[in-house]
């Protein structure tokens, strides 16, 4: 769990609902439905005419990982790495075909299979890099999904405050009815601000991170694969791949 961004989602609700309070007002005054409606309706129906369905689908897939990243399992990695070139100097690279039959990440195993299969080094490198590109770049597509809705949610809010205020404009000889429209007004404008600021971007900006630091992980594994098929000693290899610790 990313204790960080616990603490963060509490402070930034703690910080306004708190705010609030001392400014002599209520939480339920931050509470309304047309004003909610208005902005994340808007904001989701925005994100869906710019995001394809399988980008969208890959968003909601990594939303997660705001909380419960990944592990970071470089130095893991590099172990496994070691074990590989050592089994390979050994036995040579056909020792790896049980390994790779037993591997879990489709990308190590990728990567692993092409070395029994004998491929030569740029070949195995140009083959890996696809893959590791291609997922790279998917995975950023559905992070900048989060990052899309933070630059259209405070545009909505204040479509839902012009709304407001046509409703207030609209009610000028009904006092009584004037207090909803000028609710919905300043409402709409916070729930905008605050979904883009409080959660959009910043859970854009965590997603790439993570998504950044897997690509690292992939990187390293490639480099290691990359030596072991280029005959290099475990040694050799561990300290360059050491290279990619943080």
């Known amino acids: 769990m990313d204790i960080l961004s616990v603490i963060g989602v509490i402070l930034a609700f703690v910080a306004i609902i708190g705010g609030n309070y001392l400014e002599g007002g209520h939480a339920t005054a931050l509470l309304n439905g047309p004003a909610g409606l208005i902005v994340i309706g808007g904001t989701l129906g ?10 969208f689908k890959r968003a909601l897939a990594i939303l997660p990982w705001i909380i419960f990243p990944p592990a970071n399992r470089m130095r893991e990695g590099i172990s496994q790495v070691i074990n590989w070139s050592t089994i390979a100097r050994k036995e040579g690279l056909l020792g790896l075909e049980s390994m790779a039959e ?11 299979q092409l070395l029994v299969d004998g491929s030569e080094p740029e070949a195995l490198r140009s083959v890996m890099e696809v893959d590791l590109v291609n997922k790279e770049h998917g995975d950023l597509m559905a992070a900048k999904v989060y990052e899309c809705m933070g630059g259209y949610a405070p545009t909505i809010g204040i479509i839902g405050a012009v709304m407001g205020l046509i409703h207030v404009m609209g009610n000028l000889a ?6 909803a429209g000028i609710a919905v007004a300043f409402v709409a404008t916070i729930y905008g601000v605050a979904l883009a600021n409080l959660f959009m971007l910043p859970a854009a900006a ?7 630091q897997q690509s690292k992980y992939r990187e390293m594994l490639l480099e290691g694969l990359m030596s072991i098929a280029e005959g290099e000693n475990p040694r050799s290899i561990e300290m360059k791949l050491e290279g990619f610790l943080d």
Request: glycine share 6%; proline share 9%.
């Open 206 to 212: 965590k997603l790439k991170a993570v998504v950044l």
């Open 102 to 112: 037993l591997e879990p990440d489709n990308f190590a195993r990728k990567g692993l």
């Open 174 to 179: 009904d006092p009584s009815r004037l207090g």
């Open 46 to 55: 925005a994100a869906f005419i710019q995001t394809p369905l399988t980008v």
